[in-house]
């Protein structure tokens, strides 16, 4: 059995972005393998949330986890903030970790861009938290969308090179699994731009009611239409055409790509369909969520179950590893 590591940022509702491009292989993995999903609720920080607003945004992911169906009996769910050990790792990674290529990935250089006047190290050493986050249970597979990859290929630099700094082979390399086969996944936003995502204003949220979806896809970008049989579809069709394929079944998918075929496609329609589908594939997660979201107390013993498991695991990748670095046991 393999060890399979993942995690969101809680800083707001999982979206359909974080559904089909990371949860959707958590749901198939839990049933094979041993899992650790977190809420990484350190690496939030980055943003500066309110304190007051911490706890209540773990919780929040926490009961969309359940909502989706992560299972507590076959999976460890928790929270990052409560596995004290990540940090220790964080320290020894980061000694490890050159500036220059800490400064040169791709989510660094966005930061910097979007909020010039908070630089922070933390901001800077996101990569090396999210490698001890992985490490610290020596994963194999780390279930991702395609906008981790930059991430996941420092962590698997940061595996190897604390086993070459050492002379072991301590670490497995941590391959990104994706929920698509061998391709990451990227959901599209329907504003024509790039990706889905909360920071890009664009997300159609697992909690969003049946008439803000329908809203929201509604107004989604697209163009004046193909002009000639079997054109080429541009970007803003394509990224339509993805929801049909996540949500709808085979028969709507060949039904629009014969129209699409023949010109006699009818955007309308088209959106209107997603909409149908995606709120048919929504609803029923969407009460989970609120059933699960008024169960506090359950909430708390799935986290603290939680946190006990994932601790058990990553201090004993700790106890090896200050071995392996020199330190004696903790004394005392
Ligand atoms: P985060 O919180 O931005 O996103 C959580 C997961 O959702 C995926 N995702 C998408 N996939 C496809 N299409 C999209 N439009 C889309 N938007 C989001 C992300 O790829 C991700 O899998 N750094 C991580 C959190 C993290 C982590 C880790 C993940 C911290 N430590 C250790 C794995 C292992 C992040 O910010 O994800």
């Not at 607003?53 to 990052?80: F, H, R, S, V, W």
Request: charged letters at 25%.
């Amino acid at each position: 059995m393999h060890t399979i590591v993942s995690g969101i940022r809680p800083t707001g509702n999982l979206h359909v972005g974080n559904y089909f491009g990371a949860v959707i292989n958590f749901l198939k993995l839990q049933n094979e393998e041993k899992c650790y999903f977190f809420i990484a609720d350190w690496h939030s920080l980055t943003t500066a949330p309110h304190p007051s607003d911490i706890i209540a945004n773990d919780y929040t992911i926490l009961a969309e986890y359940l909502a989706c169906g992560l299972d507590p009996e076959k999976c460890t769910i928790y929270m990052q903030s409560d596995v004290h050990q990540t940090l220790e790792l964080y320290l020894y990674l980061n000694m490890l970790a050159y500036m220059g290529e800490l400064e040169r990935t791709t989510t660094f250089k966005d930061k910097v861009r979007l909020q010039p006047d908070n630089v922070n190290a933390g901001l800077l050493t996101y990569p090396t938290l999210m490698a001890a986050d992985i490490l610290q249970h020596r994963a194999w597979g780390v279930p991702v969308g395609k906008d981790q990859e930059q991430n996941m290929e420092m962590a698997r630099i940061y595996a190897k090179r604390f086993n070459s700094t050492y002379g072991v082979d301590f670490f497995p390399l941590p391959k990104s699994l994706a929920s698509n086969g061998d391709s990451a996944v990227k959901i599209p936003g329907l504003d024509g731009s790039g990706k889905m995502g909360k920071s890009e204003g664009n997300a159609l949220y697992l909690r969003d009611d049946e008439k803000t979806i329908r809203k929201k896809v509604m107004k989604a970008v697209t163009d004046a239409g193909p002009q000639e049989p079997h054109s080429e579809m541009p970007e803003v069709i394509r990224n339509l055409f993805t929801f049909l394929e996540i949500v709808s079944d085979k028969e709507t998918n060949d039904f629009y790509r014969a129209a699409w075929d023949d010109c006699s496609i009818r955007y309308g329609d088209l959106k209107k369909q997603i909409a149908e589908d995606l709120n048919a594939f929504i609803a029923p997660i969407r009460e989970r969520i609120e059933e699960y979201s008024s169960d506090r107390a359950y909430l708390e013993r799935v986290a603290t179950a939680g946190a006990e498991r994932a601790r058990e695991s990553a201090e004993a990748t700790l106890r090896e590893i200050r071995s392996i670095v020199g330190f004696p046991p903790y004394r005392g």
